[in-house]
DNA sequence: CTGTTAGCGCCTTCAC
DNA sequence: GTGAAGGCGCTAACAG
């Protein structure tokens, strides 16, 4: 039969609850109880029963990861990381998608959170900034990270400082010589869409080129947003010479539809984007774009939000740093 | 405080195993008293804790999804079929990237699988094909069901005929006069590497083309690979006119080595691939490629799994079909 | 610093 | 067709 508790109590000689307490890491146990227990254990090759810590403790040792958000690259990596934080502190992760039926994201968090006895959640955008989901998860009382929220006041998460990233990016195309640079805009409601719009801005402002409106065209992050923003500026009476997707989607998007006017990236158009997703090195030419450390991400998220569960005020905000990648989707600026 | 079947039980006014019968659905239960007791969950918004359940019953409601494939598209869809297939069956599911770390997968397995107690796993390739997971699964008597495993016989999990399929894809090649068709082959511990390779034989043949050995070449799906194979098939004395790579992310890589040598795709040499991933229709040109339906298959590799844990002879092997996908990447054959 | 006693919420077995 | 008692494996609360 399994191995119990019981068991690895008698093998050391000593009571259950002391070995519970090594177990768990609590204090009041003498040095050398602690290494008898834990020989016993060893020897016994115990492993707790998961089930039967969660019903006795108060916890689930459970958290889960919210998302709403088509774009599987990233999310397998935070995944990844969220994971690795999880298993480092003997969590388990559950997967949340709330992509269908999108309706009562409310309802379903409160059913998902009620049933599962979640310890806590990681929120990816643009969850993060559903205010009503935050609500609803303060009211319950359920800690929560958020993975580049709009709002880092007072919260527990990650960010990256997208906008000066944004900015940098802009004054490698001004240094190409660029000065008609047009911007593909994120979907409204993620909150990184305002911050590379700022960035965006912050570099023309640098460069002292002035804002043209028409250059700012709307997109949702998606391919064929991309393609569209990109079609709506080639009609202009003076087109850009580069382009600054929001994303690398849209990125990709550009430049078929620029493909597709018979034009040639970058000789004639430069694009850059944002992520740095694999098909930003697997499309011809490879983008121009910004990397953050997703993966990072999600671990640091994770670990965030186990600190929270543990100790309230013991988790707080932390930032990332980014990378802009020059690849070869930029060059010098036509005539 | 929770409400616990043993309010349920007071609210319907029978006993607490009663509550338990209707809840499992088990034999046994008048149908007066089972919707007497139905009502009486409503009324009190009853909802089973899961860890009681586990450590009082025998299986923990838990199933695993393993994975050592790099593919996160093809991932996070099978991943949301399983998940679907789970949550309809009150099952958990839990991820357990073997990424890192290759070297020991059948103890990676094994600590999983004791630790957390899994009622039994999923498996992606290649390690459907992993003979020594297989074996050390059927020891400890969990039961799995596989995704496009190697071979079918006396497996639960879910097929598509990849070989009829891409006999068809060679097919549409040659009816627009390709008879130069090379293939860059998948990677070596794939099953559907031998599928394809078959699949590109069979449709040679079909149309009286010999196979000319000089135009297989080695890829391992990855983008680069097929970058490196693709230039390997640029400098033969007579390039081929059409490829077909054995995955989109390869066929991606041949159209960047293709424009690099300052060709066109479709003009010059067509492309094609397989897997319809996002990127197919994200590059210039659109890939003409296969579709393998990856949620609806990772759906019913769930729910043959579950049939498994119920009883273990009522699941089998599923064929899924597949999709040919014209797009833009194939043309005529160039002179 | 260590041990004892009660459950956690549900399912099992067996009686009725 | 239904119920009562006992226990799944662990931890909380309280002693010592």
């Known amino acids: 039969m399994r191995v119990r508790i019981e068991d690895v109590a008698a093998e050391a000689g000593v009571s259950m609850k002391t070995v519970s307490r090594v177990l768990n890491r609590e204090p009041n146990v003498a040095d050398a109880t602690r290494t008898r227990v834990e020989?016993?254990?060893?020897?016994?090759?115990y492993k707790p029963h998961p089930s039967a810590r969660t019903l006795a403790g108060r916890r689930s040792y459970l958290v889960a990861m919210l998302y709403d958000n088509p774009s599987s690259n990233?999310?397998?990596?935070?995944?990844?990381?969220?994971?690795?934080?999880?298993?480092?502190?003997?969590?388990?992760?559950?997967?949340?998608?709330?992509?269908?039926?999108?309706?009562?994201?409310?309802?379903?968090?409160?059913?998902?959170?009620?049933?599962?006895?979640?310890?806590?959640?990681?929120?990816t955008p643009p969850i993060t900034d559903d205010q009503a989901v935050l609500d609803r998860l303060d009211e319950l009382d359920v800690p929560y990270a958020s993975i580049s929220p709009r709002e880092d006041h007072r919260r527990v998460g990650v960010t990256v400082d997208e906008r000066s990233a944004v900015r940098e990016l802009v004054a490698h195309l001004v240094s190409l010589g660029h000065r008609r640079i047009a911007h593909i805009k994120g979907h409204a409601a993620h909150g990184a869409t305002g911050w590379r719009l700022a960035g965006y801005r912050?570099?023309?402002?640098?460069?002292?080129?002035?804002?043209?409106?028409?250059?700012?065209?709307?997109?949702?992050?998606?391919?064929?947003?991309?393609?569209?923003?990109?079609?709506?500026?080639?009609?202009?009476?003076?087109?850009?010479?580069?382009?600054?997707?929001?994303?690398?989607?849209?990125?990709?998007?550009?430049?078929?539809?620029?493909?597709?006017?018979?034009?040639?990236?970058?000789?004639?158009?430069?694009?850059?984007?944002?992520?740095?997703?694999?098909?930003?090195?697997?499309?011809?030419?490879?983008?121009?774009?910004?990397?953050?450390?997703?993966?990072?991400?999600?671990?640091?998220?994770?670990?965030?939000?186990?600190?929270?569960?543990?100790?309230?005020?013991?988790?707080?905000?932390?930032?990332?740093?980014?990378?802009?990648?020059?690849?070869?989707?930029?060059g010098p600026a036509s005539a």
């Open 39 to 45: 020989a016993a254990v060893e020897r016994l090759r």
């Open 74 to 123: 990233y999310l397998m990596e935070v995944e990844l990381g969220v994971l690795d934080a999880c298993q480092q502190h003997h969590y388990n992760l559950m997967l949340a998608p709330l992509l269908y039926d999108a309706r009562d994201i409310v309802g379903k968090v409160e059913a998902l959170v009620e049933q599962s006895r979640l310890d806590g959640v990681v929120l």
């Open 202 to 330: 912050d570099g023309l402002k640098d460069a002292g080129i002035r804002v043209d409106p028409a250059l700012i065209v709307d997109g949702e992050f998606s391919h064929d947003s991309g393609m569209r923003a990109t079609e709506k500026l080639l009609k202009l009476r003076q087109p850009p010479t580069a382009i600054f997707a929001a994303n690398d989607d849209m990125a990709a998007g550009a430049i078929c539809a620029i493909c597709e006017h018979g034009l040639q990236v970058p000789r004639d158009i430069s694009v850059c984007g944002f992520d740095d997703t694999p098909i930003a090195r697997h499309i011809y030419p490879a983008l121009t774009t910004v990397r953050q450390p997703t993966r990072e991400m999600g671990r640091l998220a994770g670990a965030e939000l186990l600190k929270a569960i543990r100790a309230r005020d013991s988790a707080g905000m932390v930032e990332v740093p980014y990378t802009v990648l020059v690849r070869r989707s930029t």
